[in-house]
């Protein structure tokens, strides 16, 4: 089983470039995330979908583009690469409801550098 | 506003000892759960246990329990006779009853278990 599939595994971006970080499930989960991960500061959400065409902003959305055309995809885009936004990304999927609620399945992540 | 506050930054311990990790949150909700979840140094995010907040019954899982107590708004892990194979960065996380794709994660905390 794919679970949930995140490419690219490492980018070097230059600042001022823009990039797409796909993001695919293969479990017919409703909710799809975006989280960065930064030292000491645990996983922040950036945008998340409750189903294809519904997304919404998370705790640091600045910077960040997101679009829900299908269950199984919920592409990043990075409209115009900073610093700041040199991190991990991962990319989860979960059960909207029922007794597996709010277990998230997680991609490898995607180590950013913006230079 | 929901928070979640692991205070142990890291914690060394020598294999076979135990080991307790604290999670102190923050929410209004009335209903929430509660998780933790694991990253080794492979980097990927796997899924321990949740808990809801209506059952604060413990749990045990092989060396792995959890303590839950609503009256403190903590949920501790402990590793009993820990193994080298436990180092990894543990995190708690917390999420809203029916909102399982948008997780507050603590800060996480980085345990070395050396043999």
């Known amino acids: 089983n794919a679970g949930v599939t995140q490419t690219p595994k490492f980018q070097v971006l230059k600042t001022g470039q823009s990039m797409t970080l796909q993001c695919a499930q293969d479990?017919?989960?409703?909710?799809m995330s975006w989280y960065r991960q930064d030292p000491g500061m645990g996983l922040r959400l950036i945008h998340y979908?409750?189903?294809?065409?519904?997304?919404d902003q998370g705790e640091v959305p600045n910077g960040y583009n997101v679009s829900r055309s299908t269950t199984e995809d919920f592409p990043l885009r990075l409209l115009s690469a900073a610093p700041s936004q040199t991190s991990v990304y991962f990319c989860a999927s979960s059960f909207p409801s029922g007794t597996r609620n709010g277990e998230a399945f997680f991609g490898q992540g995607t180590r950013l550098t913006v230079v | 506003a929901q928070k979640v506050t692991q205070a142990q930054t890291e914690i060394s311990v020598v294999e076979k000892e135990d080991v307790t990790l604290d999670c102190v949150y923050e929410?209004?909700?009335?209903?929430?759960?509660l998780f933790w979840y694991k990253q080794p140094p492979s980097g990927e995010l796997v899924f321990l246990i949740r808990?809801?907040?209506?059952?604060?019954q413990n749990e045990i899982s092989g060396r792995y329990s959890w303590n839950f107590q609503k009256s403190t708004s903590s949920f501790n892990f402990t590793i009993t006779a820990s193994q080298v194979v436990d180092s990894a960065v543990y995190f708690c996380a917390l999420s809203a009853y029916n909102q399982g794709g948008k997780l507050i994660f603590g800060q996480g905390t980085e345990l070395s278990v050396k043999p």
């Open positions: 808990r809801n907040s209506f059952d604060e």
């Open positions: 979908s409750v189903g294809a065409g519904i997304t």
């Open positions: 929410t209004r909700d009335t209903t929430y759960y």
């Open positions: 479990m017919n989960h409703e909710y």
